[in-house]
């Protein structure tokens, strides 16, 4: 008799919060419509499903260190007090030194584009006030001070067109650090008068906000980040300006008193169950979202495409983040998990694209699946080596199992015991990343979404989905 265990989180222990011609044809129109300049508002966000986070600015160039210091925090908070403390005087000097040589425009958005990724956001301005584009509102800007003089959001605006990949930008609407007024910036202007958070908003966010969804052509998406007290009609106001000059763009749940248009959980998040409406999960491909010399913890392709799958398979969106160093660059070794990950896209991009999460409405032991009219996909990321691949409580009787992969799709052997749908599948997976097998119903498959013991794993069960009776779940 086989022995199952069942694994019971406990609660002190809950675990924390260009496609090849040939999928271009089998899709179609839904593929061709993912091109930006042919999206309707916010498919890109809603079908799409995986975007590309780019965490880029001054900071940048410190890399985490300072003075021969190095900080082991976020690098794009470097010069807040809580990390090198640096004067806003003293860090705007430091742009002299900032000359991204090997910033390439075309080169990210073909990483973006060759990774599966269906639009990038950028940071146009962080918490530390730097414009990464030449503003209109204030002089500490890349182009005027810096030797390097070029404005890089106008160069990646140009190459997304040219690829068809979306643009967004990244906004710090509330903070400021080195703006007269900004929340945690300056109190006193350069004349010593007291500043105040609407010198902030009139003389900079709005104008700047402004100058981004009218001069650098279609914009998928705003991403507001960070808005604290920020009072509700500074953000209806710029939330309005988006609307008039960027009708098709999106604008991030982090706008604040939910005037977004989705959902942002919180960084790294990726929820256990499915979670309603539009939203997203922005992730990092190491620690920091900046550059930070030391941050060698990068996350594997397989670790990448368990964490897409896992949020498409719940529902909601994966924008994953690089950060480029002081030159510009993207570490090679985030690139080569991206790479991975989108040639495995490029195979699969039915799983990905254009579907809904998981009807059982939580990973399962092997993997996760998505759903797309009649079909489940499953994407098995832990393979079971005895030959058999459980799925529980299913209430639709089956049409047929295949592999997915290669020119022609390999039927599977399956049984229907009891609610169970047990396949037949070789002891060693045939793909090295991910296998996918695509299960065919005569109507819309129906679950049973209790969780059930799998005869190969066992099961791990969630604490904090459970009812505590003199406990508290933490």
């Given at each position: 008799m086989r022995v199952i265990k069942t694994l019971i989180t406990s609660a002190l222990l809950s675990s924390s919060m260009s496609f090849a011609e040939g999928m271009n044809e089998m899709w179609g129109e839904t593929t061709v419509k993912l091109r930006a300049e042919n999206a309707e508002r916010g498919q890109l966000f809603d079908e799409g499903n995986y975007a590309m986070f780019i965490h880029w600015g001054l900071y940048s160039n410190f890399g985490n260190k300072v003075d021969g210091k190095t900080y082991y925090r976020i690098g794009e908070w470097i010069m807040n007090p809580r990390m090198a403390n640096i004067p806003p005087e003293e860090y705007k000097k430091q742009a002299k030194a900032f000359d991204p040589v090997n910033f390439d425009a075309m080169e990210i958005v073909k990483l973006a584009k060759d990774a599966g990724m269906k639009y990038i956001v950028i940071t146009a301005k962080h918490h530390d006030g730097s414009a990464m584009?030449?503003?209109?509102?204030?002089?500490?800007?890349?182009?005027?001070?810096?030797?390097?003089?070029?404005?890089p959001m106008r160069e990646l605006a140009d190459a997304c067109k040219q690829e068809g990949i979306g643009l967004g930008f990244y906004y710090s609407h509330n903070q400021d650090w080195t703006f007269p007024g900004g929340t945690n910036?300056?109190?006193?202007?350069?004349?010593?008068?007291?500043?105040?958070?609407?010198?902030?908003?009139?003389?900079?966010?709005?104008?700047?906000?402004?100058?981004?969804?009218?001069?650098?052509?279609?914009?998928?998406?705003?991403?507001?980040?960070?808005?604290?007290?920020?009072?509700?009609?500074?953000?209806?106001?710029?939330?309005?300006?988006?609307?008039?000059?960027?009708?098709?763009?999106?604008?991030?749940?982090?706008?604040?008193?939910?005037?977004?248009?989705?959902?942002?959980?919180?960084?790294?998040?990726?929820?256990?169950?499915?979670?309603?409406?539009?939203?997203?999960?922005?992730?990092?491909?190491?620690?920091?979202?900046?550059?930070?010399?030391?941050?060698?913890?990068?996350?594997?392709?397989?670790?990448?495409?368990?964490?897409?799958?896992?949020?498409?398979?719940?529902?909601?969106?994966?924008?994953?983040?690089?950060?480029?160093?002081?030159?510009?660059?993207?570490?090679?070794?985030?690139?080569?998990?991206?790479?991975?990950?989108?040639?495995?896209?490029?195979?699969?991009?039915?799983?990905?694209y254009n579907v809904e999460g998981s009807p059982w409405g939580h990973a399962l032991p092997w993997g996760d699946v998505t759903k797309k009219d009649k079909s489940l996909f499953l994407t098995v990321l832990d393979w079971p080596t005895s030959g058999k691949l459980y799925l529980p409580g299913v209430k639709t009787k089956l049409s047929?199992?295949?592999?997915?992969?290669?020119?022609?799709?390999?039927?599977?052997?399956?049984?229907?015991?009891?609610?169970?749908?047990?396949?037949?599948?070789?002891?060693?997976?045939?793909?090295?990343?991910?296998?996918?097998?695509?299960?065919?119903?005569?109507?819309?498959?129906?679950?049973?979404?209790?969780?059930?013991?799998?005869?190969?794993?066992?099961?791990?069960?969630?604490?904090?989905?459970?009812?505590?009776?003199?406990?508290?779940?933490?």
């Open positions: 584009f030449h503003s209109k509102a204030d002089s500490f800007n890349i182009v005027d001070a810096t030797s390097w003089g070029r404005d910036g300056p109190t006193v202007d350069a004349e010593g008068n007291p500043a105040t958070f609407e010198d902030y908003f009139k003389k900079k966010c709005l104008p700047e906000v402004t100058q981004l969804v009218t001069e650098y052509g279609q914009i998928e998406l705003i991403w507001f980040d960070t808005p604290g007290g920020m009072p509700k009609e500074h953000v209806e106001q710029l939330v309005s300006v988006v609307r008039e000059h960027q009708p098709n763009a999106l604008v991030s749940g982090r706008a604040g008193h939910n005037l977004g248009d989705y959902q942002t959980l919180g960084d790294m998040e990726v929820p256990h169950h499915n979670v309603e409406g539009m939203w997203e999960s922005v992730d990092t491909t190491n620690d920091s979202w900046a550059y930070a010399w030391y941050d060698e913890n990068w996350k594997s392709p397989h670790k990448v495409l368990h964490r897409l799958i896992s949020c498409v398979g719940r529902g909601g969106t994966y924008m994953l983040n690089v950060g480029p160093d002081g030159t510009g660059a993207i570490p090679e070794r985030a690139q080569e998990s991206l790479k991975k990950v989108g040639e495995w896209i490029q195979k699969y991009p039915q799983v990905v047929s199992a295949s592999f997915l992969g290669g020119e022609d799709n390999t039927s599977l052997n399956y049984e229907e015991n009891g609610g169970w749908v047990i396949i037949d599948i070789p002891k060693i997976a045939p793909e090295s990343i991910a296998s996918v097998i695509q299960l065919d119903f005569p109507a819309e498959p129906e679950v049973e979404t209790t969780y059930a013991v799998d005869p190969n794993r066992g099961t791990e069960i969630y604490a904090q989905f459970a009812e505590a009776k003199n406990a508290k779940i933490t």
